[in-house]
């Protein structure tokens, strides 16, 4: 596969403040690539530095092997879905979809067959003439793709394009775009703050922190193998425990040692250790390689979320076997559900659910709107 | 419920007599004056008279027409520009544009008249650098030119209103799709600006025809425009009722073309 974009060393500042610190990214050929962060973590900046609507202050951005930093947005073969869609309110669908053509001045017939397509392959044919403000966000959504593919684009940005819309819409609409970019062979590059969308449309998954890129991956990599504490956080829930590598295959943490698969370490090096919560079973107290009490119960509908008190630290525990709140339990863990990542800025700062509830949960993810 | 309703009525009841006494009351005199004559009988004369009035009414026309034009000419770069500051200097641009308007309109075109005098400010500055002197006051064009800029605030305000209200992600967007600076504007914010302009267009052009202060002064009394016609008659009572008529058909002239005006914009919103 081919490079089509790189970015070397960009580097962006508002106000004094770093929001992109050395951003060095490839991006290949027909893929789909999600930058995945939280708010204000410099995905939106980067994506507009592609479109040509952010200059960086320092590196370059590279189109198919021509540098481009200079290049003005409309020049670039590069099509942006916006977030809230942007659509021209003056103009009805296929006059919105139709936009690009009519600017370079396509001959009518070849208009129409085109725009055609365009709402065969979004499913919204028999809308022409609809107004666009008469729309529902799913709708909307599917115009703004419209009216960007419809220029055949080498890249297709797309900035939370699924933030408005509600999730049962969002996860048709996951399906439809992964879809559509299987279809037209157009390279996606996809922001997001949601993890699970991430995961399950991208080839690549690119995690950034604070202007940075944290780890670059399949979705497999960036679960199974984080890089360091924050990108286990930031992706599903990771039990983050504090541990040392006595020596290869073996780490010390919760007061045990275990044997694991991971090697590669200097002898008692302080690591981080990254166990998910359905990695864990649960056994008879004797059995167990750790023994912990119950604390909170949570039916989540496939499995039961247990937060488990392990001398004073508290694990996320998910199992399909239902145990009561205060029991004691033995807990399993296999050699290689448990991964051993070198100690970074992030260390400490996440994986503990000591102050764990659904409600902060759902309040850290309702920052739809953003940068 | 009921009693606040009418607690709420009574708050009202002011402002409606304000409004009958300044606005209904003067109406129904005009509408009275323009259907009889100087005895007080009722009559059509006034309006069979009103073919004298004609020639006058087209040059009032014609020149609001061109003021409007220019107006709308300088005020919708000046709009968008302002619209696109930072909150500063939208505040600054704000300023210059009122602060013309804290001083009277009679006194502002008194100035705009010493300027451009024959022995004025600037033929005084033409004269110097031996461009001048070129006779300004008592043309067409000085009028128009003070039509334009009395009522500039006018075309301004609206359309700077509409273009700040345009979700700069819509400009992006065609910029996006391919248009370069000039056909994000007229492909963009031309369209999305049209309440905007057909309210400065309104607003320029119905001061503009109805105006006899800027003609007279920077008219020199050259020529005379619908609003001095209408002026002259009120000075001496015996022609109140032609002047009546006058303003009456103005007024609707007037009305009509704005609620086209309105049609119009409403009809793609």
């Not at chain 1, 139709?98 to 397509?117: G, M, S």
């Not at chain 2, 003070?146 to 359309?159: H, K, Q, S, T």
């Not at chain 2, 000075?235 to 119009?264: D, E, H």
Request: aromatic share 10%; glycine share 8%; with cysteine.
């Amino acid at each position: 596969m081919e490079k089509i974009i790189e970015l070397k060393n960009i580097t962006k500042e508002y106000d004094g403040e770093k929001v992109l610190d050395n951003i060095n990214l490839d991006i290949y050929d027909k893929e789909f690539v999600t930058i995945l962060g939280p708010s204000g973590c410099g995905k939106t900046t980067t994506l507009r530095i592609i479109g040509g609507f952010e200059m960086p202050d320092e590196g370059d951005c590279i189109f198919d092997g021509k540098r481009i930093n200079d290049v003005p947005a409309y020049r670039r073969h590069v099509n942006t879905v916006f977030q809230k869609y942007a659509l021209f309110p003056h103009l009805n669908v296929f006059e919105n979809i139709a936009f690009a053509l009519r600017l370079q001045k396509v001959p009518e017939r070849e208009i129409v067959t085109r725009v055609q397509e365009m709402l065969e392959l979004v499913a919204l044919k028999g809308f022409e003439h609809k107004k666009v403000t008469y729309l529902s966000g799913g709708q909307q959504q599917r115009v703004a793709i419209a009216r960007a593919l419809i220029n055949q684009p080498r890249v297709l940005l797309l900035d939370e394009p699924l933030g408005a819309l509600d999730l049962k819409l969002r996860k048709d609409m996951q399906k439809e775009l992964k879809n559509i970019q299987t279809r037209t062979g157009i390279t996606f590059i996809y922001v997001t703050h949601d993890q699970e969308e991430a995961l399950t449309m991208s080839d690549t998954v690119v995690v950034m922190s604070e202007g940075r890129i944290q780890q670059i991956g399949t979705p497999t990599d960036i679960y199974n193998e984080p890089v360091n504490a924050f990108v286990a956080d930031f992706i599903g829930e990771s039990n983050i425990l504090d541990g040392v590598m006595i020596k290869d295959r073996l780490a010390r943490f919760a007061g045990k040692d275990f044997v694991c698969v991971d090697g590669g370490f200097d002898p008692n090096e302080p690591v981080d250790v990254v166990v998910r919560p359905e990695d864990v079973d649960f056994v008879d107290v004797e059995k167990g390689m750790l023994t912990g009490t119950v604390t909170s119960v949570n039916f989540k509908g496939v499995h039961y979320e247990f937060i488990v008190d392990i001398n004073g630290f508290k694990w996320m525990i998910q199992s399909t076997d239902f145990v009561e709140e205060g029991r004691e339990i033995g807990l399993y863990i296999e050699p290689d559900a448990i991964h051993i990542m070198k100690k970074s800025e992030y260390s400490g700062l996440y994986g503990d659910y000591s102050s764990y509830s659904d409600e902060l949960d759902e309040l850290s993810n309702a920052d739809d709107v953003e940068e | 419920m009921r009693k606040k309703s009418f607690m709420s009525s009574l708050v009202a009841v002011p402002h409606m007599v304000w409004c009958a006494l300044f606005i209904v009351a003067p109406l129904l005199f005009v509408i009275y004056y323009s259907f009889t004559n100087t005895e007080g009988s009722f009559t059509l004369d006034n309006l069979t008279r009103l073919s004298d009035y004609g020639d006058t009414f087209l040059l009032s026309v014609e020149m609001s027409i061109i003021a409007t034009f220019f107006a709308f000419l300088v005020g919708y770069p000046f709009a968008y520009f302002m619209a696109r500051q930072s909150e500063t200097g939208r505040k600054i641009c704000m300023i210059l544009l009122m602060l013309p308007m804290w001083t009277n309109l009679l006194i502002r075109t008194y100035s705009m008249m010493a300027i451009l005098d024959d022995g004025g400010f600037l033929n005084s500055v033409l004269a110097w650098i031996g461009l001048g002197p070129v006779h300004i006051v008592g043309t067409k064009g000085a009028v128009i030119f003070g039509m334009a800029y009395d009522f500039f605030p006018y075309m301004v305000l609206p359309i700077y209103t509409a273009i700040s209200k345009i979700d700069n992600r819509l400009m992006e967007a065609a910029q996006d799709l391919g248009c370069n600076g000039r056909r994000v504007l007229t492909r963009v914010v031309l369209p999305l600006s049209k309440s905007g302009i057909i309210s400065g267009i309104t607003m320029v052009f119905v001061p503009s025809i109805s105006t006899f202060y800027i003609s007279q002064k920077l008219g020199g009394g050259t020529f005379e425009l619908i609003g001095d016609t209408i002026e002259r008659q009120f000075q001496v009572p015996s022609t109140y009722n032609i002047g009546a008529m006058i303003s009456l058909v103005m007024m609707i002239l007037i009305l009509i073309s704005v609620a086209v005006m309105n049609r119009f914009s409403e009809s793609e919103d």
